[in-house]
């Protein structure tokens, strides 16, 4: 009788604790939509939080209240990303929430000094931010950032995002990295390139180019232009489409990439090295061009397919000497091939791949193209 009455006891006890025993009401939540970080003075760091502010949001009628702006800016100076968020939450009348968290912008001046893990740390430890926020490197001030205004979208975050996915339509936008995807590399310290975002000389965001990140010490290394980070998207086969500027017979052609297809082959060479051939083939029309349709017609397997193909050799060979020259890291991926096909070559080399006696860099590197016409998209002749 005294054990069931202890169990009673006990069940009764545990009763006020079932449910939401943290909950915090909607109304008290300042919902998180972008984060910005920046170096600030003495070593210290500026975190910014980009806040919704649900009344001046579009309701159901499509119409937004007037009076005010949808979003507001926050910003908190301390000596850590958590000391910051702290003071923050003691500075304003509603807790951040992370949990709607979609962009985290970091700017170079901070990845250039910090471990970018440690900088994160807050953000892959605290369970209330999405494993699926994007991370991007800023050319700059990352909190400028998130101030661009869009005609289109209702807030900068949202500008920023829509921007990123035209990723599809544009060969120099890198794909998307989320948080889980950046704390993947630095658990396997593994060299890899974040997006890049900027602020164009008419105050409107740019998503192209990338910021390369060495596995070794997780720094920032530097940025790769456009038309390196297109040789970074077609080594990692992720190109959609693209457009080739070329000079043929002194006169300018536009060649649109419109199928890609890259294949990486790996055998070892006579110093027992990884030596890579990389195969890509692409198919496409004539955007524009300044020759008569019968100069094209008679290129077409001739000077224009030449063309298309030494500068994609060009482009993706670019690339490649910056990675093994230049930052002498592997933000390309070519370890993973290696993995795949020479596994026991790459066991052999892994712990010395991009760091110590730097593999990589000696390994031997050819790019072949094949590129072919479609259609040639002339309209000459008709009215």
């Not at 658990?187 to 180019?209: E, H, M, N």
């Not at 002194?250 to 890259?262: A, D, S, W």
């Amino acid at each position: 009788m005294a054990r069931k009455l202890r169990m009673l006891l006990a069940l009764l006890l545990l009763w006020p604790t079932a449910g939401c025993w943290d909950r915090i009401e909607i109304e008290e939540r300042g919902f998180v939509v972008g984060t910005a970080l920046d170096a600030a003075e003495e070593g210290q760091i500026k975190l910014t939080f980009q806040i919704v502010v649900p009344t001046q949001m579009k309701g159901s009628s499509g119409q937004k209240s007037e009076g005010g702006s949808p979003f507001i800016n926050l910003s908190s100076t301390a000596s850590s990303v958590f000391k910051a968020a702290r003071k923050m939450s003691n500075e304003i009348s509603r807790s951040p929430y992370l949990a709607h968290n979609q962009v985290i912008i970091i700017s170079e001046a901070l990845a250039g000094t910090e471990h970018v893990g440690d900088v994160l740390d807050l953000f892959v430890r605290d369970p209330e931010n999405r494993r699926a926020s994007n991370i991007m490197v800023a050319e700059g001030e990352a909190s400028k950032i998130l101030e661009i205004h869009s005609k289109i979208e209702t807030l900068p975050v949202q500008y920023i995002r829509s921007t990123q996915e035209n990723k599809d339509k544009s060969e120099s936008i890198t794909p998307p990295t989320n948080m889980g995807e950046l704390h993947h590399f630095l658990l396997s310290k593994s060299s890899y390139a974040l997006p890049r975002v900027s602020i164009t000389q008419d105050d409107r965001v740019s998503t192209s180019g990338a910021a390369v990140f060495n596995g070794e010490n997780y720094r920032f290394m530097g940025f790769l232009d456009n038309d390196e980070t297109t040789g970074r998207n077609m080594m990692q086969g992720t190109v959609k489409t693209a457009s080739l500027e070329l000079v043929v017979h002194g006169k300018q052609l536009v060649y649109e990439v419109r199928e890609f297809n890259r294949i990486i082959r790996v055998h070892l060479d006579d110093r027992g090295l990884p030596e890579f051939d990389v195969e890509i083939s692409v198919r496409g029309n004539i955007g524009e061009a300044e020759l008569e349709e019968s100069e094209i017609v008679r290129e077409l397997n001739g000077e224009i397919k030449r063309k298309a193909e030494e500068r994609i050799k060009e482009i993706a060979m670019d690339v490649i000497q910056k990675a093994q020259n230049d930052y002498k890291s592997d933000f390309l991926g070519f370890w993973k091939k290696c993995q795949e096909q020479e596994y026991e070559t790459w066991n052999r080399y892994k712990d010395d791949w991009d760091r110590g006696q730097n593999i990589f860099s000696q390994c031997k590197i050819h790019v072949h193209a094949d590129a072919r016409v479609r259609t040639i998209g002339t309209i000459t002749g008709t009215e």
